[in-house]
């Protein structure tokens, strides 16, 4: 505070005497005021304002919207589950195939019917969306052969990192946050685009056309079509994404219980963390949060009739 | 003076450091100004008055700002400082890295510093917050900091965490009589509004856009002349073509400062629709010249004009159109007499007050002790947990580079350079002109 109050005499431009009772300063820059320039008045900071968009998390809705998450993971977990399943023969490709059909037919019937009960005006084209399955799944077909031999000349520890490090990929950038079923956002198609990597990378390990193709169908339901339909019960029902989230979590379990029970405990222990330890954090470390606004902040432009500001 | 940001690039901070350093100048100080190397603007560079300028050779990165080098700049920056028998550094716009580093070296050196702040922050976004820390450091061992606004004081305050009492407001000024009104330049049949800015987003394009079609549509007699460029300009000219305003909406493109005066006397109301200003020079310069000023209540704005001068509107389309609605029919009313703007705004901006404010801040910090190193360092370490430490390291090394650059550069082989001589420039240039007068026909050159 070396310079505190730089000109304690009325500045030369104030032209105002000292002994004149000092009319309360005002915010203004084209009035001479008989304050030096360094002054600090009562009124400094009164625009401040802290933490005025903040939203006060509660426990139990955190742990809710928590399942996003962990209902991902666990399906990242029965995925590489079933991928061990297949690659020790302990399950069949025409059981895998059976079932991904089955489960895709049954859920593709809930979704259109969730559709139908939620927008019932919307036309969907149930014979292009079949043709287009149908089409998808030879050309699947067809690919096998080549998606066999793609890596056969790498070693199996490569397979094995590499695929850690796409569905680690897969994971921080699945689209958690949005709720929208049409459009897919970018960081969404990167996601599944890991994941499908990640699936064709292990279905190069198998021997068999039908082994290969069999992962690679589950993989493209599993991956791009079942977070579609977990978006969907969200947006439906509360207690179906609870139920959704504690089969998912009991599938993993179970299958992993035969492979390798440290890993079902670390699994568990994860889950635990994650879905009830992580909102309380969250909750605990709000209170460190300081935001801050005032009148030196970008004003956001109110246009109206509808046409959207985009910024830059 | 040190920034990035000066002739021949054509901004605020520019005209601002160029007509400070012609007043101190006139005060009977020795000012010098230390930039980057502008194309082929390299060297040393004298303008009038004997102003040296200092283009130090260094790479440019973005809108004419150069990278910070850290060390880089120390030993020509040293050797300026020396030669020029530099007492007090003033660094200018939070944007110029040149800026921060002057000022470390400065205190490294134990000269004074000084910084000016001329725009305003948000706390946000990301890149507001790597430049505030930015600002941190630097700003934790100055002197003492000026900003050109109270609401930009009160920015600086809370982005550096600063002592108010360190923190002066000066505003910017105007040089009144090049910004003449001439109420001949206008056409008397319609009403025109200026508009003069940067075409970008912070600058409130998108309200311009909204805003300039509904006013044509209300009254016939209204014209707009919208000068400047930038990435908006494709958004407004697409509204002109919507709205086929061809007639009524007239596109100037950039304008030169000389030119701005004269497209301003084309118009009787200003429009001003910025999101964020520190302070905003085109308001000021547009009442000068005598019009009637709308603007978005944002940022430092409120402070600077007086109430009859300017309307304010909220940022959002239907306000900006409801004040332009009154500030038409006060013009169309005559109820305002914008022509007399220009006197009372000569007497409250000009830049002798400006020198004769910021002349007392040296004088203050002139007087100041010099803290030990060791309490430099102290109040480094108080910036954050982690990055205070770096930020000593960062400290500790300037100052043994700074011991190394006096063994391996001692002072006294620094010769100092000549100081100008202003009075008797003057006094030449006085006696030239009296000669000029007596023989009219012969040129003084």
């Known amino acids: 505070m070396a310079c505190r109050n730089i000109d304690q005499a009325p500045s030369s431009h104030a032209g105002i005497l000292p002994a004149a009772p000092r009319s309360p300063w005002r915010k203004l820059l084209y009035v001479k005021q008989e304050y030096p320039d360094n002054y600090v008045d009562d009124t400094f900071l009164e625009e401040l304002q802290k933490n005025a968009n903040v939203r006060q998390y509660e426990y139990w809705s955190v742990v809710l919207e928590s399942t996003i998450i ?25 059981a895998l195939i059976t079932m991904g059909t089955v489960g895709t037919a049954v859920g593709y019937g809930f979704w259109d019917w969730s559709n139908t009960m939620l927008t019932p005006d919307s036309n969907y084209q149930r014979r292009k969306i079949f043709k287009g399955a149908v089409l998808f799944f030879l050309t699947l077909l067809g690919l096998t052969p080549i998606l066999k031999t793609l890596t056969e000349k790498t070693s199996e520890d490569t397979i094995w990192a590499l ?16 709720g929208n079923r049409r459009n897919i956002k970018y960081p969404g198609s990167l996601s599944t685009n890991a994941a499908i990597f990640a699936s064709v990378v292990l279905a190069s390990r198998f021997k068999t056309n039908l082994h290969v193709f069999g992962l690679m169908s589950f993989a493209v339901e599993w991956f791009a079509l079942f977070p579609m339909l977990r978006r969907q019960v969200r947006s439906i029902s509360n207690r179906g994404n609870l139920a959704l989230s504690f089969v998912l979590f009991l599938t993993a379990t179970t299958l992993f219980s035969q492979i390798s029970p440290a890993i079902v405990v670390i699994y568990i222990l994860g889950m635990v963390f994650l879905t009830f330890v992580c909102p309380f954090w969250l909750i605990w470390i709000q209170r460190y949060k300081n935001e801050i606004h005032g009148p030196w902040d970008e004003a956001r432009p109110k246009i109206q009739h509808g046409r959207s500001v985009d910024n830059y | 003076m040190v920034s990035d940001f000066f002739y021949p690039n054509a901004g605020g901070v520019e ?21 980057h190397a502008y194309g082929s603007r390299t060297g040393i560079r004298c303008l009038t008055n004997g ?30 400082v020396l030669r020029e028998r530099i007492s007090i550094v003033h660094g200018h716009q939070a944007f110029s890295a040149m800026c921060h580093e002057a000022i470390i070296h400065a205190r490294t050196m134990g000269l004074k510093t000084c910084f000016t702040d001329h725009s305003l922050f948000g706390f946000s976004d990301p890149s507001s917050i790597v430049m505030n820390k930015f600002l941190k450091f630097t700003l934790s061992d100055i002197d003492h900091v000026v900003c050109v606004s109270h609401t930009s004081k009160e920015n600086t305050v809370l982005r550096a965490a600063l002592t108010p009492q360190n923190v002066s407001v000066i505003p910017n000024a105007v040089i009144a009589s090049r910004f003449k009104p ?9 009403t025109t509004i200026v508009v003069i800015s940067r075409q970008t987003y912070r600058k409130g394009m998108d309200l311009l856009v909204a805003v300039v079609p509904r006013i044509c549509r209300k009254y016939s007699k209204v014209r707009f002349v919208i000068g400047g460029d930038g990435p908006k300009r494709i958004d407004l000219e697409q509204m002109r073509e919507k709205h086929l305003l061809h007639d009524r909406v007239e596109f100037l493109g950039s304008i030169k400062a000389h030119q701005v005066r004269n497209t301003l006397v084309r118009g009787q109301i200003f429009l001003n629709t910025s999101l964020t200003e520190a302070f905003c020079i085109g308001i000021v310069e547009a009442a000068c010249a005598g019009l009637l000023v709308v603007s978005t209540k944002v940022g430092g704005v409120p402070e600077v004009l007086p109430r009859h001068m300017i309307l304010f509107a909220k940022p959002e389309e239907d306000d900006l ?23 009372e705004l000569k007497e409250m901006y000009s830049w002798v007050n400006v020198a004769e404010r910021t002349e007392k801040v040296y004088d203050a910090i002139s007087q100041t002790r010099d803290p030990p190193l060791i309490e430099r360092l102290r109040s480094y370490y108080g910036c954050g947990v982690f990055v205070g430490k770096l930020f000593c390291i960062m400290i500790a090394l300037d100052y043994l580079f700074w011991v190394y650059l006096e063994w391996i550069l001692p002072r006294d082989e620094i010769e100092p350079a000549p100081k100008f001589p202003y009075k008797k420039f003057k006094k030449m240039c006085q006696r030239a002109d009296k000669e000029d007068e007596l023989q009219p026909g012969v040129d003084s050159l």
């Open chain 1, 163 to 178: 695929t850690v490090i796409l569905f680690l990929a897969n994971l921080a950038f699945h689209d958690y946050g949005s």
């Open chain 2, 15 to 35: 005209s601002h450091l160029y007509h400070l350093s012609q007043r101190l100048i006139q005060r009977g100080h020795k000012v010098i100004i230390i930039t």
């Open chain 1, 70 to 94: 962990s209902q991902h993971i666990s399906s990242i977990v029965i995925f590489v589950a079933i991928f061990i399943y297949l690659y020790f023969g302990l399950l069949s490709s025409h």
């Open chain 2, 51 to 80: 102003l040296k300028v200092y283009h130090v050779p260094m790479m440019v990165v973005f809108q004419a700002a150069s990278p910070p080098t850290l060390y880089g700049f120390f030993p020509i920056f040293r050797s300026i």
């Open chain 2, 321 to 343: 159109v409801e004040a332009l609605d009154r500030a038409i029919e006060m013009i169309q009313r005559k109820e305002v007499q914008p022509a007399k703007f220009n006197d």
């Open chain 2, 182 to 190: 001439d109420p001949s330049m206008q056409d008397p049949n319609v």
